[in-house]
């Protein structure tokens, strides 16, 4: 009866120690209450008893361990090791549901006393190595050191705040100080009084420390020092713990132990603290949180218990033997034991250790030199990939490792196989330096399509014949390596065919990388960032190797009902015959015009941002343009992002929305996969884009070669930009300098031509101050949320672009040629605070307008007024043909009906468009309100399905209409 008292007892104790740990940090409602009243005197009481508990058991450790362990070095492995495990394997449950950084919870639990984290299980692995210490003391100096760690706890509580740093989380030293007071108690027993003396201390030192947290709150000058007596380093406190411990726990009890390191790292790890605030959310109130406290220690409580058919295993009571073994031992039996250890594990250890150098050069090498710029922050490389990128750089080395593994099982040889993954990670390497020199981006898997090639294209002769000859020297030295120093592998059957398995298991689990689901979450809480948008800096974050499998999964579509050679035949012929009727009343050629889509980076005028108030209208020109030509609002499907996306769309005339997630950016993940896409650039013999920045973001060199653009002007291309403006302090070419070069363009090619031109002057970030705020557009009021100075800098660029804008329309206006101008804003700019639930239309809507000059209104073209008010980048295409009168192929009389029936279509504003098998179209009428597919007239419907077969069959199906194509 005893026995189950005192594990009842520990058991009450651990759940105290628990409420403590936990529901403080959750920062409750009664935390906040700091004046001076009756409510924060009961909460200050309330508190200092929870305060006992972690007290209690770290001098109950201490006592306990003292008289129990015997191998106090093993035991303290075994502790921190179980620390680990528990840690990491909470970090990976949790990164499967979560996209949180799991970086953090994983050092912490590493490195629980460097980093401060644990501080209980921490305090117990310092306290073991003090006890050890104490135990060399003779009994007189023994009190001593008992009499001076009392005498510490008092000076840390008369002096506040603490004089030695003991607070919140770093209180590590103190709880070994405690477990040493325990320890030295079980040694001593100098205060062995009757139970009826301690009661009276306990209750003493309980009065007179409620006293004093009654009048703080009234003693206390400015609040801070209120709960000085609810703390675990109060004197006090430790009293009333040392009291409990020796009343309720005496010396033959036995302890549930093992439990305790168990249900520590659960209770201590900070995710758990991040789970519990994540399901609490915004509702703090005190009880909630106490129950939610409660739930989770009886679960942890729980999950140690469980994990005690752990430590039964056959395979982990070994290893505890061999450990308190080795632990025990001689220093020359230990060094034996190590050198016999090292003959074993050498030939993985070096598999590692290959792995992992491998893993680091191969992300060292997609750089240029040392230094490297991320997300406006420079740093070195090598202290990137050390110290952000090390889970990515793990993952990399368990992918190398599995690999060699791979090839062992299949030859049997040890260095053979270390040689093959070798010589391929050193071809793989190379093989992304010489695209990444040619085409700014490294091997992805559409290129093994062309790896006899493409890629052999770009080697030349002396770098492929310097290749070959490492490789030939390689297979010398393998040949000479496995003759002299042979390895004998000794895989089982059982073992090999593991392996076989291993490599292929771990690979094909990038077909889920991209999609919303256990993957996706756990290589984002280990950091990885794909960044479709620009392959080159995505190797730069993730390494190479997990780069191209993050390319692996890109599902494009979902096929449409119905869908075959005979639908698509019969498709083409119904808009054929619609061409047909169109062109009847058209008597213009596009290829015979100067067309110019113009995409504004982040332009949307702000006042129409719910909370946001202006002194003035910043763009007074562009919105007159929008009145008195073709002009509206835009619906966009990005937000602060996304320029690449909207370009695409304005250019193929296909929807962003109908592509499912896994497809961020057609640019980079889909163009220069296809054979042939359908494209504004097919109607002329000359097109160029105009870039006033570095070229190779989103692919672009390679997607307006694919696309037939005749020359791409950017910053170091062969065509140079020319009359080069920058405004005051920003390190962007202004969009003066687009429009300079885009009139170059015009006056240097006298027959039809289309311009892409993409400006740069209004790209964030918006916080550097780069102008000189023009006072009169500043905001007056904004959102909650909202920065007021990035407002202020950006109302500001967007000014200047209205006044460029201006002058270009001027220059275009006199010039003696058909010139139509399609300005449009990509997106707008992440800088406002509004919620996505209630404003989402509103920060995805941005001007736009289509002007035709003087020269081409005298030849036919006419502003367009119906169907304007709202339109989607994918209308442009065949609104332009509309306005200028031009004639029309069938893929254009498609979109022209998709524009003149079907409401503008964008990405949805509210949901999360990452998510797997949701309709992601979210429709708006020319009233602007949101339309539901279902609510479609049955032509409406006919209509929608037939561009989304189109658009399926170019880019995810057989390409049944490409022969119908230009």
Not at 797 to 816: A, E, L, M, N, P
Request: proline share 4%; with cysteine; net charge positive.
């Amino acid at each position: 009866m005893k026995k189950v008292k005192g594990r009842l007892a520990y058991i009450v104790v651990l759940l105290w120690v628990g409420f403590s740990q936990l529901y403080w940090q959750l920062n409750p409602q009664l935390a906040n209450n700091h004046s001076r009243n009756l409510v924060t005197v009961l909460f200050e009481i309330g508190k200092g008893l929870t305060m006992i508990g972690p007290d209690i058991l770290m001098i109950l450790l201490g006592a306990y361990l003292a008289r129990r362990v015997r191998d106090a070095k093993s035991l303290l492995v075994k502790i921190w090791l179980n620390t680990l495990i528990i840690g990491c394997l909470i970090c990976l449950i949790v990164s499967l549901f979560s996209t949180s950084s799991m970086t953090t919870a994983i050092y912490d639990a590493a490195l629980p006393f460097l980093r401060n984290s644990y501080p209980l299980i921490s305090g117990v692995l310092i306290g073991l190595v003090l006890g050890r210490v104490v135990d060399q003391l003779d009994r007189h100096w023994q009190a001593i050191v008992g009499i001076l760690i009392l005498v510490l706890i008092t000076a840390t509580t008369i002096f506040t705040p603490s004089i030695f740093g003991w607070s919140g989380q770093n209180v590590s030293l103190f709880y070994a100080l405690l477990f040493t007071l325990g320890w030295l108690e079980s040694r001593q027993h100098y205060l062995s009084w009757p139970r009826r003396w301690w009661l009276l201390i306990i209750c003493g030192a309980l009065l007179f420390n409620t006293g004093l947290q009654v009048v703080m709150p009234w003693f206390s000058i400015n609040g801070s020092t209120i709960d000085r007596y609810s703390t675990i380093v109060n004197i006090l406190t430790v009293i009333i713990a040392f009291g409990i411990v020796k009343i309720f726990f005496n010396s033959n009890v036995i302890l549930p132990i093992r439990l305790t390191w168990a249900y520590l790292p659960l209770i201590e790890a900070t995710i758990t603290v991040t789970i519990l605030n994540k399901i609490a959310g915004s509702n703090q109130s005190s009880k909630r949180l106490a129950l939610l406290t409660i739930g989770a220690e009886i679960l942890a409580l729980l999950i140690a218990a469980l994990w005690q058919f752990w430590q039964r295993v056959p395979l982990v009571i070994g290893f505890n033997q061999r450990l308190s073994q080795f632990s025990q031992a001689t220093p020359e039996t230990q060094l034996a034991t190590f050198k016999k250890w090292g003959r074993q594990l050498w030939p993985n250890l070096l598999i590692i250790v290959v792995s992992y150098l491998v893993a680091i050069l191969s992300m060292l090498l997609m750089n240029d030199g040392w230094r490297l710029y991320i997300d406006g922050a420079t740093y070195n490389t090598l202290g990137f990939a050390l110290g952000q990128r090390e889970l990515l750089l793990l993952l990399t080395t368990i992918i190398i490792f599995a690999a060699i593994k791979f090839c062992q099982a299949i030859t049997n040889r040890y260095w053979v196989s270390l040689a093959i993954m070798i010589i391929f990670n050193l071809i793989f390497i190379i093989g992304s330096r010489i695209k990444i020199k040619a085409r700014f981006e490294p091997v992805l898997p559409a290129d093994l399509t062309a790896l006899n090639i493409e890629l052999i294209k770009m080697v030349n002769t002396k770098a492929l014949l310097t290749g070959l000859t490492a490789i030939a020297l390689i297979i010398v030295a393998v040949v000479f390596i496995e003759h002299k120093f042979p390895v004998s592998l000794q895989l089982t059957w059982r073992r090999r065919l593991t392996w076989l398995f291993v490599l292929p298991l771990i690979l094909a689990t990038s077909f889920f990388w991209n999609q919303q689901g256990p993957f996706n979450h756990f290589l984002t809480s280990i950091g990885n960032q794909p960044t479709f948008y620009s392959q080159l800096d995505g190797a730069r974050r993730n390494g190479p190797t997990i780069q191209f499998l993050n390319n692996v999964d890109t599902e494009v579509m979902q096929q449409p009902t119905g869908y075959s050679a005979t639908t698509m035949q019969r498709l083409v012929k119904r808009y054929q015959a619609r061409a047909q009727q169109i062109n009847r009343h058209r008597t213009q050629q596009l290829g015979k015009q100067t067309i110019i889509f113009n995409l504004s980076e982040s332009f949307a005028n702000p006042q129409r941002v719910p909370g946001v108030r202006l002194a003035q209208n910043p763009v007074p020109y562009i919105t007159r343009m929008k009145h008195q030509t073709t002009g509206g609002l835009m619906l966009s499907s990005g937000y602060g992002g996304g320029t690449a996306n909207m370009e695409y769309m304005t250019l193929t005339g296909f929807s962003f929305s109908n592509f499912l997630p896994t497809l961020a950016v057609p640019y980079t993940q889909l163009v220069t996969k296809l054979v042939k896409e359908p494209t504004i650039v097919d109607n002329f013999h000359h097109a160029v884009a105009i870039h006033p920045y570095q070229g190779v973001f989103y692919n672009r060199i390679a997607v307006y070669k694919k696309f037939g653009f005749t020359k791409f002007l950017y910053l170091g291309s062969k065509y140079p930009i020319k009359h080069q403006y920058k405004i005051e302090r920003s390190p962007y070419l202004s969009d003066k300098t687009a429009y300079a070069n885009a009139l170059d363009q015009i006056h240097e090619y006298h027959g039809g031509q289309f311009i892409n031109l993409i400006t740069m002057q209004n790209h964030l970030p918006f916080d550097q101050h780069y102008y000189n705020n023009l006072t009169r557009y500043q905001a007056k009021a904004v959102s909650n949320g909202t920065d007021p100075d990035s407002l202020n800098d950006y109302v500001t660029g967007i000014h200047y672009t209205d006044g460029y804008v201006k002058q270009f329309i001027q220059q275009v206006d006199r010039i003696k040629r058909p010139i139509t101008v399609v300005f449009y804003g990509d997106h707008l700019p992440g800088i406002y605070g509004n919620s996505m639930a209630t404003d989402g239309q509103v920060l995805h809507e941005t001007d736009y307008f289509i002007y035709s000059n003087r020269y081409a209104r005298q030849h036919g073209a006419r502003n367009l007024r119906t169907n304007a008010h709202f339109v989607d980048p994918n209308d442009f295409m065949a609104m332009v043909a509309k306005q200028t009168n031009s004639r029309i192929d069938w893929y254009q009389a498609l979109l022209t009906r998709v524009y003149k029936d079907l409401p503008a279509v964008a990405v949805n504003f509210n949901q999360d468009s990452n998510q797997q098998n949701v309709d992601r179209n979210e429709f708006v009428n020319q009233q602007g309100k949101v339309v539901k597919k279902t609510d479609f007239t049955k032509k409406q419907k006919r209509l929608w399905h037939d561009y989304q077969l189109v658009q399926y069959d170019v880019t995810a199906g057989h390409h049944y209409v490409l022969r119908y194509l230009k």
